[in-house]
């Protein structure tokens, strides 16, 4: 069975400090791996995603992400947080066809900025 | 583009009524759609999954006949709550799932979310 752990439930980080959000897999063949924002209130936004080729994606509102298959990562970074990034952060996995293209989602981590 | 939408986005019912929720792609068709429930400071959890022409695949758990899906074409997929409880109060999110084939992507692009009360 698939699923994603995010160890930190809350983080709080100063206005243009970096930031990086864990993300741990279980997956037993190669995944596809999703970050999504959610404000409160509201759906969520894709931030970017893995399927293949370089390990290192670039995603929207200047986040990244990097693949490491032999730590069954996705940590998503930000070099320089804006207070417009507070939300919730979530990690999902997924994989390619019949019921195997289901997300699971990770638990979600709070981001906090202060001024 | 992929984008998604919900409506309504706030309803408030009396127990014992149905409530009707919309998903729509408006700038892809969708093949799939899923929908999700999330509970305050939870994740989200999958309820069903919503097949053009066919019948939805529900979760363990879910009560197909109280989470009733329609997915009627290849934009609109409906989750209809009948018989409305306080304990079905709740934030749902619908997404519809883009394929791809040629770039090899498959991503679920999701709605607004609606917020459910029932008094």
């Known amino acids: 069975a698939q699923s994603v752990t995010q160890p930190d439930i809350h983080i709080t980080v100063s206005e243009g400090a970096s930031l990086e959000l864990r993300c741990n897999y279980s997956y037993g063949a190669t995944p596809y791996l999703f970050w999504y924002v959610q404000s409160p209130g509201q759906g969520l936004q894709l931030l970017l995603k893995?399927?293949?080729?370089?390990?290192l994606v670039q995603g929207i509102k200047g986040f990244e992400a990097e693949f490491k298959r032999s730590q069954s990562s996705f940590n998503l970074r930000k070099p320089s947080v804006h207070w417009s990034d507070a939300a919730e952060y979530f990690c999902a996995v997924g994989g390619v066809g019949g019921s195997n293209y289901k997300l699971t989602f990770g638990k979600g981590t709070l981001l906090t900025v202060n001024p | 583009g992929a984008v998604v939408s919900q409506h309504p986005s706030r309803v408030i019912c009396k127990s014992g009524t149905s409530v009707k929720i919309e998903c729509r792609s408006l700038?892809?068709?969708?093949?799939?759609m899923f929908w999700y429930r999330q509970f305050p400071k939870q994740s989200l959890m999958l309820m069903a999954t919503s097949n053009e022409g066919s019948k939805a695949t529900y979760e363990q758990g879910v009560e197909k006949d109280k989470f009733l899906i329609n997915h009627a074409s290849l934009t609109l997929s409906t989750l209809t709550v009948t018989s409305a409880h306080p304990e079905d109060s709740s934030f749902y999110i619908c997404?519809?799932?883009?394929?791809?084939?040629?770039?090899?992507?498959?991503?679920?692009?999701f709605g607004p979310g609606t917020r459910l009360t029932v008094l």
């Open positions: 997404s519809a799932r883009s394929q791809h084939l040629m770039g090899f992507t498959d991503t679920q692009y």
């Open positions: 893995y399927f293949s080729g370089d390990t």
């Open positions: 700038d892809f068709q969708a093949t799939t």
